[in-house]
């Protein structure tokens, strides 16, 4: 259980020129167009691509507009969550130095969930505007707690700060679902929006958590080179001149920002922001400015197409996101335990 | 529990260290079990409170049986509102959650023998979401055709199989087992999650009760269940209870005192399987008595190995006592008990890690 201090394992050594990059930026860029068009093509009506098209460019008739326009919201929210769980969540795998942190495993989805179900149970809270502030509250305080007890005694190893989370998300689900059991009222809101689904909410979800997403986003971008300083360990970093208490800080806070818009937004959706670093870092390696930038682009379509594929498996019912995450991400969980080394 | 005289300071420094004293229990000429005056007389304290928890549950309440009709309600001569609350409302839960409870604690402990690591536990790993969503599965899309504790059960096996193979080594590294075991858990609970969502809200009131983990409205063909799978697996577990403790010291020394350490992990691993699938067929997967139970024995008992005996005890009075809570505290109604477990055990958990880590580097 004590193994040393794992350093999060460099990604393969991946050093890209302009050339690679560039083509690494525009296929990425393809795969994201061709996750909008797929969004915005499936639901419970089947629409031919050809008419999708047409609605695009202006054209069609007003009955078709007025189907395809009524997918516009849950893409654009879709784009949203990804950005922010999978930046999120390579974040937080920079500032833990931990290949196994993500907003879900860490349990800051949790707090945040379990905090909006307080409000809305017993301060009866409603409405997006006034959750993000509950979410990004509850989120902040799981955060720091596991944090606590991950690093208690010195030291912490990818698989402490994971027992962290789970301890807390456990104890977290307990309240939620005691507070969600004893009143029918929230527990009839909360099993909807606990599996995290896409659906079903319009474009004021999208901006009352908007400028939270944004400020998060360019916190990260800014600390992204305090990162790369950070990444070859304290003492180096300090010697660069990069305070490593104030990125790592600032590293939680923006992760912490971002999780917390998501799960605002959408409900508590795992293993995007585990998932998607480990992408990017086998893409672009271990260049935390990279990484970023090229998790703002994988993210969003991994998460369109899970929610794509969830509408295509049971149609004209739909599998909530959240479950298609699940199924998508966990393996990549257990493929990362699989290639663990050392005792931990 | 050593009742030698007591010894000057210089001659205890030159005496051996104080030996448990055994003794042997014989039952006929060919069983010999041995067993610590200290350990009896724990299990004895234990088995004390746990009548004492029981007799709460039935009496406390507004339904309870008052104290001076409990005896002879027992002997069967309750009437009117006494025998309902007997025969139907408290009479099986209580013995439903000793029993639970027990085959819980048995299982926990098997499994955290195998693994040599309190978090080689069967909630811990998955083994509950498992069954909890083999249980769902089943009630979901093949209601009537299957029972739902054989759904537990198939959900319990291919949950621990998974975790199995994606460790890599087996359940020998306990760390990758606790992170393989939240991977499975995390899509065992999005499957029952989907169910619950998928059902209408009546339906998926009492599903989110059960996968909780609850006792409440049991009958007695529950009763029978569980017990039967207690009684059939105590036997069995008695057997392992030594090479179990031997193999705790290692597989080398295991394999040259004679035993087969593939072998008795192999037992051992499938009987806290089935254990723990009957346990969550008849009340959903309880979380973390199976992690508590253990522990607490180790605690208690001060002694190696797997205690076997005590865990299972002590299982069964955590689940009494808590299910005690659940009826009883007035702060939520009628709460499923495995809410309170989850929470107090998920403490217990964290308070577990951190004094673990605050030690110096081991």
């Not at chain 1, 010697?239 to 959408?266: F, N, Q, W, Y």
């Amino acid at each position: 259980m004590t193994a040393p201090t794992a350093p999060a394992r460099p990604g393969p050594a991946v050093r890209r020129g302009p050339a690679g990059l560039s083509l690494a930026v525009l296929v990425c860029l393809a795969l994201l167009a061709l996750a909008l068009f797929a969004s915005v093509m499936s639901g419970s009506k089947q629409t031919p691509a050809a008419d999708i098209w047409r609605v695009i460019t202006g054209g069609g008739d007003a009955y078709l507009r007025t189907v395809v326009e009524s997918r516009y919201p849950r893409t654009v929210l879709g784009v949203l969550t990804g950005v922010c769980l999978a930046v999120a969540g390579t974040l937080m795998q920079g500032v833990t130095r931990n290949p196994l942190a993500e907003p879900g495993i860490l349990g800051i989805n949790a707090g945040a969930s379990a905090s909006v179900v307080a409000a809305t149970a017993f301060l009866g809270v409603s409405g997006q505007r006034d959750t993000v502030w509950w979410a990004l509250a509850g989120a902040l305080v799981a955060g720091v707690a596991v944090y606590a007890i991950g690093t208690a005694g010195g030291g912490s190893s990818p698989v402490r700060l994971v027992l962290a989370g789970a301890v807390l998300s456990a104890v977290l689900a307990a309240f939620i679902q005691a507070v969600a059991l004893s009143r029918p009222r929230v527990f009839d809101t909360y099993r909807y929006w606990v599996v995290g689904a896409l659906g079903g909410r319009g474009f004021d979800a999208v901006w009352s958590v908007l400028p939270f997403a944004v400020v998060g986003l360019l916190l990260a971008l800014v600390l992204a080179p305090g990162l790369n300083a950070l990444a070859m360990g304290d003492d180096k970093a300090a010697s660069l001149g990069v305070s490593p208490l104030r990125i790592k800080g600032a590293g939680l806070l923006a992760a912490t920002l971002l999780s917390a818009a998501a799960t605002a937004a959408v409900g508590p959706i795992a293993f995007v922001g585990l998932a998607v670093p480990h992408l990017v870092r086998t893409l672009v390696g271990a260049d935390f400015r990279l990484q970023i930038v090229f998790s703002v682009l994988v993210g969003p379509s991994l998460l369109l197409f899970a929610d794509v594929v969830g509408r295509v498996l049971l149609r004209p019912e739909e599998l909530m996101v959240g479950v298609v995450t699940a199924f998508v991400g966990a393996p990549a969980l257990l493929l990362a335990v699989r290639r663990m080394r050392g005792a931990a | 529990m050593n009742t030698a005289p007591p010894a000057g300071p210089a001659e205890m420094a030159r005496s051996r260290p104080p030996v448990p004293r055994r003794s042997m229990v014989r039952i006929g000429r060919w069983v010999a079990v041995p067993v610590r005056r200290s350990s009896l007389f724990a299990a004895a304290v234990v088995l004390v409170l746990l009548g004492c928890a029981a007799v709460a549950t039935l009496t406390l309440g507004r339904l309870g049986i008052g104290l001076g009709d409990l005896p002879s309600a027992l002997m069967g001569e309750a009437t009117g509102k006494n025998a309902f609350v007997l025969n139907r409302l408290r009479g099986p839960r209580l013995v439903v959650a000793i029993a639970t409870g027990a085959a819980f604690g048995l299982s926990g402990a098997l499994f955290q023998s195998v693994t040599r690591n309190p978090l080689g536990s069967p909630d811990v790993i998955g083994l509950s979401a498992g069954a909890g969503a083999g249980a769902a599965a089943v009630a979901l899309f093949l209601p009537g055709t299957l029972p739902v504790s054989v759904g537990a059960l198939l959900g319990a096996v291919t949950a621990m199989g998974v975790v199995y193979v994606s460790t890599g080594t087996g359940f020998r590294s306990p760390g990758r087992l606790v992170v393989a075991g939240i991977g499975v858990s995390a899509m065992a609970t999005a499957l029952t999650q989907y169910v619950v969502y998928a059902v209408e809200r009546d339906k998926a009131s009492a599903l989110t009760a059960y996968i909780n983990g609850s006792l409440a409205a049991r009958s007695w063909d529950d009763a029978a269940t569980i017990w039967t799978v207690l009684l059939l697996c105590v036997p069995l577990a008695a057997l392992l209870a030594r090479p179990l403790g031997i193999r705790e010291m290692g597989d080398d020394l295991s394999t040259g005192l004679g035993s087969r350490p593939a072998r008795i992990t192999t037992g051992a691993v499938l009987l806290s399987i089935v254990l723990s699938a009957g346990a969550v067929s008849v009340a959903g997967p309880i979380a973390f008595v199976s992690l508590t139970a253990p522990q607490i024995a180790k605690r208690v008992t001060r002694g190696g190995g797997p205690q076997l005996m005590m865990s299972t005890l002590l299982g069964a009075l955590l689940l009494v006592v808590a299910d005690l809570a659940a009826q009883q505290l007035p702060l939520f109604d009628n709460l499923p008990v495995g809410l309170y477990t989850m929470a107090v055990g998920g403490v217990y958990l964290g308070y577990l890690l951190v004094r673990e880590w605050r030690r110096p580097v081991v």
